[in-house]
């Protein structure tokens, strides 16, 4: 997989680049305009900087794919990089947005935007709450960058433009249902993990991957037919993407995700892991863990009990359930009429999102 990793770190580089121009010219011109409080920019940069580029990474997958699997000529499809712009900038407002639902004080191993909003409001020694203003500061910056994800789209044809806006919409959805879904007793029947699994595919595994694929084979000109297998293809490598990200969220390390470990617990997401885990586990560890996730407050030896509960009963299933959804998704890619180059990238790109450690 060294190859793609490679490349793919080159194509990041590029993402970056073009990035830290748009950021550039954005901030002139709303300089220009009526200033750029300095929170605000700080706020702005720490959201953007950072992360793996996994959807623009896949929106070049995918226009490769239409390119017989040339990686140079996708990055120079007429208006990728405003696809590849709008995607990260997107991406920014949902981690936002979504620290603030979930009340997470980090992202990425650095304080959330809310968080960096609420301190500059004690550094000045401003009137009101704090916690307020970095949670409404948050809220404003995401919708900023909404407003650049969408200005980034109006250079890309209508088609996709369309593509991109249903895209939104999606995930707007599947972040309510996720905060509704909270609210309930956590449960491990069929209908909970049925929920579980709509959430991750409007929530994550659409957005994260799929859509992302299918746009930049769309805005490279795909048929629609392609556009529409790409989609099928990496909807289950989606999900399976975002169930590692589930694992990872349990098991992973501060250095490797920039979460500390237990994140998912300490918010009480009620993920496929969460309701595998009670599927499996004797009733009287299910009613530990319910017991454990009806307070309001979590100590560290709950998350610790929890963790262990989920190791010893869900992580197995869990693996399991990873590897369904990633071999759908290689089985749609190897059906389809692809030069061998673009299947061969579409498989290690699905490989390397699913199997990896951070």
Same mark, same amino acid.
């Given at each position: 997989?060294?190859?793609?990793?490679?490349?793919?770190?080159?194509?990041?580089?590029?993402?970056?680049?073009?990035?830290?121009?748009?950021?550039?010219?954005?901030?002139?011109?709303?300089?220009?305009?009526?200033?750029?409080?300095?929170?605000?920019?700080?706020?702005?940069?720490?959201?953007?900087?950072?992360?793996?580029?996994?959807?623009?990474?896949?929106?070049?997958?995918?226009?490769?794919?239409?390119?017989?699997?040339?990686?140079?000529?996708?990055?120079?499809?007429?208006?990728?990089?405003? +696809?590849?712009? !709008?995607? &990260?900038?997107?991406?920014? *407002?949902?981690?936002?947005? #979504? @620290?603030?639902?979930?009340?997470?004080?980090?992202?990425?191993?650095?304080?959330?935007?809310?968080?960096?909003?609420?301190?500059?409001?004690?550094?000045?020694?401003?009137?009101?709450?704090?916690?307020?203003?970095?949670?409404?500061?948050?809220?404003?910056?995401?919708?900023?960058?909404?407003?650049?994800?969408?200005?980034?789209?109006?250079?890309?044809?209508?088609?996709?433009?369309?593509?991109?806006?249903?895209?939104?919409?999606?995930?707007?959805?599947?972040?309510?249902?996720?905060?509704?879904?909270?609210?309930?007793?956590?449960?491990?029947?069929?209908?909970?993990?049925?929920?579980?699994?709509?959430?991750?595919?409007?929530?994550?595994?659409?957005?994260?991957?799929?859509?992302?694929?299918?746009?930049?084979?769309?805005?490279?000109?795909?048929?629609?037919?392609?556009?529409?297998? +790409?989609?099928? !293809?990496? &909807?289950?490598?989606?999900? *399976?993407?975002?169930?590692? #990200? @589930?694992?990872?969220?349990?098991?992973?390390?501060?250095?490797?995700?920039?979460?500390?470990?237990?994140?998912?617990?300490?918010?009480?997401?009620?993920?496929?892991?969460?309701?595998?885990?009670?599927?499996?586990?004797?009733?009287?560890?299910?009613?530990?863990?319910?017991?454990?996730?009806?307070?309001?407050?979590?100590?560290?030896?709950?998350?610790?009990?929890?963790?262990?509960?989920?190791?010893?009963?869900?992580?197995?299933?869990?693996?399991?359930?990873?590897?369904?959804?990633?071999?759908?998704?290689?089985?749609?890619?190897?059906?389809?009429?692809?030069?061998?180059?673009?299947?061969?990238?579409?498989?290690?790109?699905?490989?390397?999102?699913?199997?990896?450690?951070?």
């Amino acid at each position: 997989m060294s190859q793609i990793s490679d490349t793919l770190d080159h194509a990041a580089t590029i993402i970056d680049t073009t990035l830290a121009h748009i950021l550039e010219e954005t901030q002139k011109y709303f300089s220009d305009i009526a200033g750029f409080p300095v929170e605000f920019l700080d706020s702005l940069y720490a959201s953007v900087n950072g992360g793996k580029r996994f959807r623009a990474l896949s929106a070049l997958v995918g226009a490769s794919v239409t390119v017989d699997g040339d990686f140079d000529r996708a990055i120079n499809v007429k208006h990728m990089s405003h +696809l590849t712009t !709008a995607l &990260e900038f997107y991406q920014a *407002a949902a981690l936002i947005h #979504d @620290d603030v639902v979930d009340h997470s004080p980090t992202r990425r191993g650095r304080p959330s935007a809310h968080r960096l909003f609420a301190h500059a409001h004690d550094d000045e020694a401003w009137l009101g709450s704090s916690d307020t203003f970095g949670e409404s500061g948050a809220i404003l910056l995401g919708d900023f960058l909404l407003a650049c994800a969408e200005r980034e789209m109006t250079y890309c044809p209508a088609k996709v433009a369309e593509h991109f806006a249903s895209m939104a919409g999606e995930v707007a959805l599947g972040q309510y249902l996720d905060l509704r879904s909270a609210q309930q007793e956590p449960q491990g029947d069929s209908e909970a993990l049925e929920l579980a699994h709509t959430i991750i595919r409007l929530k994550s595994a659409r957005y994260s991957v799929a859509h992302p694929v299918s746009l930049g084979a769309q805005l490279a000109g795909a048929p629609d037919e392609t556009v529409q297998q +790409l989609l099928n !293809a990496f &909807e289950p490598i989606g999900i *399976a993407f975002q169930l590692r #990200d @589930d694992h990872l969220g349990v098991f992973g390390q501060l250095g490797d995700t920039g979460k500390p470990s237990g994140g998912d617990i300490i918010e009480r997401k009620r993920t496929a892991l969460l309701s595998l885990t009670l599927a499996h586990a004797p009733d009287h560890v299910s009613d530990t863990i319910r017991s454990i996730y009806r307070q309001d407050t979590l100590s560290a030896g709950d998350v610790e009990a929890v963790t262990e509960f989920v190791d010893a009963y869900g992580r197995d299933p869990h693996e399991v359930l990873i590897e369904r959804f990633y071999a759908q998704g290689i089985s749609v890619i190897e059906k389809m009429h692809l030069p061998s180059h673009a299947r061969k990238l579409c498989e290690e790109f699905a490989h390397l999102l699913v199997w990896r450690t951070q």
